[in-house]
């Protein structure tokens, strides 16, 4: 069957890395989290401040529930902080917040991939839901159409996980620029919110390679029914 057929050892690797990824975010964050970064400010006043200084006042920042559930959304373009983040006043309130209000500034500016990626959603969205289903029924029972279907619909969402990675890094680079002016953060504490950023950045690498071996699996196996 496809979870246990030979190509589920391409998994293997990327799935390691992936798990190294989530808990170098998880170890820099709590790290960071108990060191006060040296404004004094907490998250939101970092990115009201950043907002502002780039003329964006009409960009609301909002706290929401959870832990790391910090984005922006494009369509609303409001900046929501984890309640941590969003009244915290550590370093990784400060990295974490500034990389948000990094996605607002790329919507200012009309980033190219951002608008790209919001642009694709719906489709990848859609794609990562019924691209698995179709391609196993399509297996089962012998229905190279669905199988077809089911690599175009995952290679949608595939677009989506590559073009977020410039999205990211991207957002990263504009925080510490925004972060390294000698107001919002010391010198000193700009290792620290990078090695946070660091990590949030490896997360996005592991999922879009998972996604790259998950759509090679699919390629493989649609092959061998040839």
Do not use: C
């Not at 609301?60 to 494009?74: A, M």
């Amino acid at each position: 069957m496809f979870w246990y057929d030979p190509t589920f050892v391409l998994i293997i690797p990327v799935f390691i890395l992936a798990l190294y990824a989530q808990n170098k975010v998880q170890s820099n964050y709590k790290r960071f989290q108990k060191i006060a970064n040296g404004s004094g400010m907490s998250g939101k006043e970092i990115a009201r401040f950043i907002l502002q200084r780039n003329g964006l006042y009409d960009v609301p920042v909002k706290p929401v529930s959870g832990e790391l559930t910090d984005h922006y959304d494009p369509k609303s373009r409001e900046v929501h902080l984890s309640e941590e983040i969003f009244y915290g006043r550590s370093i990784s309130s400060a990295g974490i917040a500034a990389h948000e209000v990094g996605h607002a500034l790329q919507h200012a500016s009309s980033y190219l991939p951002l608008t790209v990626r919001s642009g694709i959603f719906p489709i990848a969205n859609i794609g990562s839901t019924m691209a698995f289903p179709l391609f196993i029924i399509g297996m089962l029972l012998r229905t190279p159409l669905l199988m077809d279907l089911g690599i175009y619909f995952f290679a949608g969402a595939l677009v989506f996980h590559v073009v977020t990675l410039p999205v990211e890094f991207n957002a990263s680079r504009r925080a510490l620029a925004q972060l390294g002016d000698g107001i919002l953060m010391q010198p000193e504490d700009m290792k620290g919110a990078k090695a946070v950023l660091d990590a949030a950045a490896l997360t996005y690498v592991a999922s879009t390679l998972m996604a790259l071996v998950q759509f090679l699996r699919l390629l493989i196996l649609r092959g061998s029914r040839n």
